[in-house]
């Protein structure tokens, strides 16, 4: 007898064929596995379950976040579950601009009240966390927010002008389900603006004991305070780059020299957000690392200098970081780059290199950053 199961967006279909019980696993309107026998019908539809659910275990390895899913999750759930126009269109305008009010999303679905946003885009969300078992952030006065599963919201109570960040897992699986192209983004969302061209310009200077974006994919700061400064004046999109403590016992050969570039989110959270957990635990195994530099900010995606071409930054930059004053600064809550030598980073030979939680591909090319 054939049977029909939905389970975690899928449709299982059991039934006998040719003598056999068999199950077989559709979804978008094609079958996505090869089909499954065993003794009984329900047998060969627990193992269907199985790999779905074996399927869902892998893809959810790498979430920074219990609110947030991994880029294949999101992409999993805009293949396989048909979205409403209202939805697709306030994702579209999101992922193009990055951050928007809930006004500007409700007006993206052609809706004039902020309501519209609040109701339907958390309804999204509740749907996408319900199906992979993520856990919306709670509020003032709501238990479960669960915009949260979508965007990272600003400070305060939901107005018409609340502001909200789209999660770069979300804008990653909106391209891997071919509904936004990744052109749109680059250009409108992740860098609205070059941060060179600003004014001031929007690229600051940092220092580290290295560069590991793989596993470090925030800056961090060692106290809220320090990072709330260094938000006051940062815009989402802004380069922040990275050189070396002249006292760094990790990478001694790289003390002094500018090693590096990261594009920041500009949303706060802790290391333990931005790191994977075996990275997270061993920086606190370190007694150098534990418990510093946990006030973090997002990176999305980041470039390492070319090993030949790591200028001494106090030789490259003198006006930005050649004083004591500078390092302090530079070291607690970052110093943005005097405007006559910030474009000259433009000149340097970069790679960029896999960001956790944001950008996962790259070109190993050499270019001009």
């Given at each position: 007898?054939?049977?029909?199961?939905?389970?975690?967006?899928?449709?299982?279909?059991?039934?006998?064929?040719?003598?056999?019980?068999?199950?077989?696993?559709?979804?978008?309107?094609?079958?996505?596995?090869?089909r499954?026998?065993?003794?009984?019908?329900?047998?060969?539809?627990?193992?269907?379950?199985?790999?779905?659910?074996?399927?869902?275990?892998?893809?959810?390895?790498?979430?920074?976040?219990?609110?947030?899913?991994?880029?294949?999750?999101?992409a999993?759930?805009?293949?396989?579950?048909?979205?409403?126009?209202?939805e697709?269109?306030?994702?579209?305008?999101?992922?193009?601009?990055?951050?928007?009010?809930?006004?500007?999303?409700?007006?993206?679905?052609?809706?004039?009240?902020?309501?519209?946003?609040?109701?339907?885009?958390?309804?999204?969300?509740?749907?996408?966390?319900?199906?992979?078992?993520?856990?919306?952030?709670?509020?003032?006065?709501?238990?479960?927010?669960?915009?949260?599963?979508?965007?990272?919201?600003?400070?305060?109570?939901?107005?018409?002008?609340?502001?909200?960040?789209?999660?770069?897992?979300?804008?990653?699986?909106?391209?891997?389900?071919?509904?936004?192209?990744?052109?749109?983004?680059?250009?409108?969302a992740?860098?609205?603006?070059?941060?060179?061209?600003?004014?001031?310009?929007?690229?600051w200077?940092?220092?580290?004991?290295?560069?590991?974006?793989h596993?470090?994919?925030?800056?961090?700061?060692?106290?809220?305070?320090?990072?709330?400064?260094?938000?006051?004046?940062?815009?989402?999109?802004?380069?922040?780059?990275?050189?070396?403590?002249?006292?760094?016992?990790?990478?001694?050969?790289?003390?002094?020299?500018?090693?590096?570039?990261?594009?920041?989110t500009?949303q706060?959270?802790?290391?333990?957000?931005?790191?994977?957990?075996?990275?997270?635990?061993?920086?606190?195994?370190?007694?150098?690392?534990?418990?510093r530099?946990?006030?973090?900010?997002?990176?999305?995606?980041?470039?390492?200098?070319?090993?030949?071409?790591?200028?001494?930054?106090?030789?490259?930059?003198?006006?930005?970081?050649?004083?004591?004053?500078?390092?302090?600064?530079?070291?607690?809550?970052?110093?943005?780059?005097?405007?006559?030598?910030?474009?000259?980073?433009?000149?340097?030979?970069?790679?960029?290199?896999?960001?956790?939680?944001?950008?996962?591909?790259?070109?190993?090319?050499?270019?001009?950053?």
């Open positions: 007898m054939r049977q029909e199961e939905n389970h975690r967006g899928y449709l299982i279909v059991g039934d006998v064929r040719n003598g056999k019980a068999q199950a077989a696993i559709f979804a978008g309107g094609g079958q996505v596995a090869p499954f026998t065993a003794d009984t019908v329900e047998e060969a539809m627990a193992d269907a379950r199985q790999w779905v659910d074996n399927s869902h275990a892998v893809k959810s390895e790498g979430r920074r976040a219990p609110n947030i899913g991994t880029a294949e999750e999101y999993d759930y805009f293949r396989l579950t048909p979205l409403a126009d209202y697709r269109a306030m994702l579209q305008a999101h992922a193009r601009a990055g951050t928007l009010t809930a006004t500007e999303l409700s007006e993206a679905a052609g809706w004039q009240d902020f309501r519209g946003a609040n109701r339907y885009y958390g309804e999204l969300g509740k749907k996408i966390g319900t199906r992979f078992g993520l856990t919306p952030k709670e509020g003032d006065y709501v238990d479960e927010i669960w915009t949260t599963i979508l965007a990272e919201g600003a400070d305060g109570i939901a107005h018409a002008h609340y502001r909200w960040t789209i999660h770069p897992e979300v804008i990653d699986g909106l391209i891997q389900a071919n509904i936004i192209a990744p052109r749109h983004v680059r250009a409108e992740a860098l609205p603006d070059d941060p060179f061209d600003r004014d001031p310009p929007d690229v200077l940092t220092s580290a004991w290295g560069f590991d974006p596993e470090w994919g925030f800056i961090g700061f060692s106290s809220e305070a320090d990072r709330a400064r260094f938000l006051e004046d940062f815009n989402p999109g802004g380069i922040v780059a990275v050189y070396v403590t002249s006292t760094s016992p990790h990478s001694p050969q790289l003390r002094g020299r500018l090693v590096g570039f990261l594009e920041l500009g706060p959270g802790t290391a333990r957000d931005f790191m994977p957990d075996d990275a997270f635990a061993r920086k606190e195994a370190d007694p150098g690392m534990a418990g530099w946990n006030f973090g900010v997002q990176a999305a995606r980041a470039w390492k200098i070319e090993d030949e071409h790591r200028p001494m930054i106090d030789e490259f930059v003198p006006r930005t970081a050649g004083d004591p004053s500078s390092r302090i600064a530079i070291a607690r809550y970052c110093k943005r780059f005097d405007a006559s030598e910030a474009r000259g980073l433009l000149d340097l030979p970069v790679v960029e290199v896999p960001c956790f939680g944001g950008r996962r591909t790259f070109d190993t090319t050499p270019e001009p950053f």
